[in-house]
């Protein structure tokens, strides 16, 4: 079964250091990976996303990420945190359907980010 | 700057009424989403529709719950009649599904809560 664990429902990091939010995948075939954020009371906001080539994206707000095959992770990264990241953040993976590809994305649980003063 | 728009962004209705959420989704874009957000299922994919045709509405209440596409201009959810337990933030997403580059970008959400 596709399906992408977030294992950490909150992260706690203090402001100016280096942040981590968790993210595996279970899919078949190549995976096509998605960090969104999502502040209070709005929309999720696109982050970056992971489809083929370097390990390494980068995304919006100083965020990147790093994608490992061999461990099918795909973990969110900061080098000096903000306060203003604090948020919800989420992993998804986009699934494969009948007759291959769809748009259609599955969310993870969500991962509250918290950085403090 | 192109975004998703829905209305109304709050909605409080009282049990047994129909209850329409409507979405606007960003100008080009041939892929729709509904997603349901509530904090013990977190988010839940409801429906989709690719240029105005529904893909997938597996994840939806089929006895009351509907979602079209009257046009690529507006895309609409309805709940007749409404639960209790439809309370939710429910979003609308809107894609550009070009091959595997697409991503998904959501409007503000309608938050309804039904009584």
């Known amino acids: 079964a596709q399906s992408v664990a977030q294992p950490e429902d909150q992260v706690n990091v203090a402001e100016g250091n280096p942040l981590t939010v968790k993210c595996t995948y279970s899919?078949?075939?190549?995976?096509?990976l998605f960090w969104y954020v999502q502040y209070p009371n709005r929309g999720l906001q696109f982050l970056l996303k992971?489809?083929?080539?370097?390990?390494l994206v980068k995304g919006s707000y100083g965020f990147e990420a790093e994608f490992n095959k061999s461990q099918t992770s795909f973990h969110l990264k900061k080098p000096s945190a903000l306060v203003s990241d604090s948020a919800l953040y989420f992993c998804?993976?986009?699934?494969?359907?009948?007759?291959?590809?769809?748009?259609?994305?599955?969310f993870g649980t969500g991962t509250l980010l918290a950085v403090q003063p | 700057d192109a975004r998703v728009t829905q209305t109304p962004r709050h909605k409080v209705t009282e049990m047994g009424q129909e209850v329409t959420m409507r979405c606007q989704p960003i100008?080009?874009?041939?892929?729709v989403f509904w997603y349901r957000q509530t904090m013990m299922q977190g988010l839940e994919l409801l429906a989709y529709?690719?240029?105005?045709?529904?893909?997938?509405d597996s994840g939806m209440p089929k006895d009351r719950f509907s979602a079209e596409m009257p046009d690529a201009t507006l895309a609409t959810l309805k709940i007749q009649p409404s639960e209790p337990r439809d309370s939710a933030v429910y979003f609308c997403?809107?894609?550009?599904?070009?091959?595997?580059?697409?991503?998904?970008?959501f409007g503000p959400g309608t938050r309804l809560t039904v009584l």
């Open positions: 997403a809107s894609g550009l599904n070009q091959g595997k580059t697409d991503t998904q970008y």
């Open positions: 899919v078949s075939g190549n995976p096509y």
């Open positions: 992971y489809i083929t080539g370097d390990n």
């Open positions: 998804a993976v986009r699934v494969s359907g009948a007759g291959g590809a769809t748009n259609k994305l599955i």
């Open positions: 100008l080009g874009h041939n892929t």
């Open positions: 529709f690719r240029n105005r045709a529904p893909l997938d």
